[in-house]
């Protein structure tokens, strides 16, 4: 287990069609987060889990956008009917939070881009 | 809602030459952590601040905290080629459970 793992790295989809992300976390992190980055901006946080759990998602994001982790493990991420504005990289995170209430940095995998055309 | 605030937007140096990234919240932090991304890659985690007015070092790189726990510096002495890439400073919010980005600051650089 070397990092975070993100699936597929490119889609390009019609607009309207479905598409669902992949994302596995490293195993030993609980937390595991989806952020969306456009050009020239900063990551932009979609939604977040802890374990199995959904905790938060972002208000800005639509109802056409829905997340999942089952049994704590890995995540998906589907946008539902797409549009043009949806494309963007897709980043997914995972970090450890201990008991503590301490958060140790956020490892990104490698992203998912997405080009809706 | 929360904002992070991150100048300049672009930085462009000679090698060698000193480098400076300023973030500042609109919200207190409970702790501020700073990424980079090179071009066509992923953020990277560099470095947590957690308390008021902390400075830390790491070889050439210095951040700082400010002491109302809203604003946070990057300070690169003497640029190298591989310093290039965009800087993200990310602040937690207190009570809150995830990281706001800023926009980065992305430094280029003349060899």
């Known amino acids: 287990d070397t990092g975070v793992s993100q699936d597929p790295r490119h889609k390009i989809t019609k607009r309207g069609q479905n598409v669902t992300f992949r994302c596995d976390p490293i195993?030993?992190?609980?937390?595991l987060y989806w952020y969306r980055q456009t050009l020239g901006q900063g990551p932009e946080f979609l939604t977040y889990f802890q374990n199995e759990a959904q905790l938060e998602k972002s208000r800005l994001l639509s109802d056409r956008f829905s997340a999942e982790r089952p049994k704590g493990s890995f995540s998906t991420l589907e946008i539902q009917r797409t549009e043009q504005g949806d494309s963007a990289m897709y980043l997914c995170?995972?970090?450890?939070?201990?008991?503590?209430?301490?958060?140790?940095?956020?490892?990104f995998g490698s992203g998912t881009r997405l080009t809706v055309v | 809602g929360q904002q992070v605030m991150q100048i300049p937007q672009y930085q462009h140096v000679q090698e060698g030459e000193d480098f400076t990234t300023y973030c500042n919240s609109s919200t207190t932090l409970s702790n501020i952590q700073w990424y980079k991304q090179r071009p066509g890659g992923h953020p990277v985690f560099l470095i947590q601040?957690?308390?008021?007015?902390e400075v830390k070092k790491q070889k050439r790189l210095t951040f700082q905290f400010g002491e109302a726990k809203k604003n946070s510096s990057l300070h690169i002495t003497a640029t190298q080629t591989t310093d290039v890439g965009t800087y993200f400073c990310?602040?937690?919010?207190?009570?809150?459970?995830?990281?706001?980005f800023g926009q980065g600051t992305r430094l280029t650089i003349n060899p």
């Open positions: 990310a602040g937690m919010v207190v009570g809150a459970q995830k990281l706001v």
């Open positions: 601040l957690v308390k008021s007015g």
């Open positions: 195993s030993e992190h609980n937390r």
């Open positions: 995170a995972s970090s450890l939070r201990t008991g503590f209430n301490f958060n140790y940095g956020y490892t």
